[in-house]
């Protein structure tokens, strides 16, 4: 595989939309993403079920999703507690989250950047104890709906600190999708300078102001060999209530497939799942390729 994506669409995707699924049609999402060729799937969240409602059966569809070989999947983990839940669930990989900018991270977390920072280095050290794949995702990397624009110098800071805490990957991720190529190309010089070539980086890229994909390009021209995309571009912007979400599976399939990288995904085993979350959530996807179709 030239490039694997994480298939967030069950976790940022669901978390962001207005309708909650029930369990039976978050498990039939992840059915079909896994027999459409998706290996990494960010499943389900471990975020206080007050927080975030609509991930409250985290358990439930873990304990539903199909189990062939050679998928692996992941739950979002936001502290200790998150991570004994996701202990118990069966998940691969954790996913732990630090938000870059302050504020964000306040209102998120409820504690300072550098108290969920020490948190998420002890989580790692036990996911890795435990045997998981361990991600740090920081988040706000590429700016802040309250901060503006977010110092490059504090995205190195924690990528280093990840890393020294043993995360087998860095994802940095645009939350609010207000990142631009320019800004791809500085990030990662930076982090490789501070870093090194280990552990590989991650992205994660929203559409919201339809810099994703070509945040995603560059990324890849740079190295990256590993995505987060959302199947028909589901979810969305907390701090944006119109905004569209992560980038979609179906147009990054076609975007990389084309370009010659193989992403181990069958499109045409793909794009029925935009009519299905189309139908099930009440609205049309974003996705612009269930639309248009394939390229003869
Ligand atoms: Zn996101």
Do not use: W
């Amino acid at each position: 595989m030239d490039v694997t994506i994480v298939e967030v669409s069950p976790r940022d995707g669901l978390q962001n939309e207005p309708v909650v699924l029930p369990t039976e049609a978050k498990v039939e999402l992840i059915g079909r993403l896994v027999a459409a060729g998706a290996r990494r799937v960010e499943a389900v969240s471990f975020a206080h079920p007050k927080l975030v409602p609509a991930m409250a059966d985290a358990e439930a569809v873990m304990e539903r999703v199909p189990r062939p070989d050679g998928v692996s999947y992941a739950g979002l983990v936001l502290n200790r507690r998150g991570l004994d839940r996701a202990l118990g669930s069966g998940v691969d990989e954790v996913n732990v989250v630090v938000c870059v900018s302050e504020t964000f991270n306040r209102r998120n977390q409820n504690a300072s950047t550098s108290e969920s920072m020490q948190a998420a280095a002890e989580v790692i050290g036990r996911a890795r104890g435990e045997g998981l794949f361990t991600t740090l995702t920081l988040a706000t990397s590429f700016g802040c709906p309250f901060e503006g624009e977010v110092d490059p110098g504090r995205v190195v800071e924690l990528a280093a600190r990840g890393a020294a805490a043993g995360a087998h990957e860095l994802c940095l991720a645009d939350t609010i999708g207000a990142g631009v190529p320019s800004q791809v190309r500085d990030l990662v010089a930076r982090v490789r300078d501070a870093v090194g070539a280990e552990p590989p980086l991650r992205f994660h890229f929203h559409n919201t102001r339809n810099t994703g994909f070509a945040n995603a390009v560059t990324a890849v021209e740079l190295g990256a060999r590993v995505l987060d995309a959302s199947a028909g571009g589901i979810g969305g912007c907390p701090f944006a209530p119109r905004a569209t979400g992560n980038i979609a599976t179906d147009d990054l399939v076609f975007l990389l497939e084309r370009m010659g990288l193989d992403t181990g995904y069958d499109l045409e085993a793909l794009l029925p799942t935009a009519a299905f979350l189309s139908e099930r959530l009440g609205h049309e996807v974003p996705a612009l390729l269930p639309r248009a179709g394939t390229f003869p």
